[in-house]
C-alpha cells in the first residue's frame, strides 16, 4: 500500500543572482519546477512523494522528484544553467539524499500530516553555488 509524503528542502543562503530549480523526472526527460532566483535570504522547495514497502522491507520512495537506486534515493536541485538561467557561469546540481527514513518515521509523518523538512547550505566552499552531494548531511527532521 502506497502513502504520501510531503519534503521540504531550505537551501540556505545561497549566492545571489543564481536560478535554483528542483528537478522533475530524469535522464534527458526532466523540467524544473519551482525555479527561483537567489537573493539574500533561504530558497525553499516543497513537494510531494510516494513511498511503498521495497523488496527489503524497508520504505522505498517513488515519484518524478525521486532519483536514484532503492536503497539510495535523492532529489536534485538544478542550478544556473542547469535550471534554465542563459546569463551565469554556473551549471551545476545540488544531490539531497532521502537517508534515514524509517517506517516509523514515515508513519509519524503521514499520521500527523508533518512535512520532512532539510536545510543544506546553498554556498560551497568555492564562493558559488554548493553541488554535487550535501556533506555533511543532517537528516530530514518533522515540521508542521
Not at 532529489?75 to 554556473?90: E, S
Amino acid at each position: 500500500m502506497e502513502q504520501e509524503l510531503t519534503f521540504r528542502i531550505i537551501l540556505q543562503s545561497p549566492p545571489p543572482g543564481v536560478d535554483f530549480g528542483l528537478q522533475k523526472g530524469r535522464g534527458r526527460d526532466y523540467e524544473v519546477v519551482q525555479k527561483q532566483r537567489s537573493g539574500t535570504g533561504d530558497l525553499r522547495f516543497e513537494f510531494d512523494v510516494r513511498v511503498k514497502e521495497g523488496k527489503d522491507g524497508q520504505p522505498t520512495l517513488l515519484g518524478p522528484f525521486v532519483q536514484g537506486p532503492p536503497d539510495e534515493r535523492f532529489a536534485y536541485l538544478d542550478i544556473g544553467t542547469y535550471a534554465g538561467q542563459t546569463d551565469t557561469p554556473w551549471s551545476r546540481r545540488l544531490k539531497i539524499p532521502f537517508r534515514g527514513l524509517t517506517w516509523e518515521v514515515v508513519k509519524q509523518a503521514t499520521r500527523g500530516k508533518h512535512v520532512l523538512e532539510t536545510r543544506v547550505p546553498g554556498t560551497g566552499k568555492d564562493g558559488g553555488p554548493s553541488c554535487a552531494t550535501v556533506k555533511p548531511f543532517a537528516g530530514w527532521t518533522m515540521k508542521t
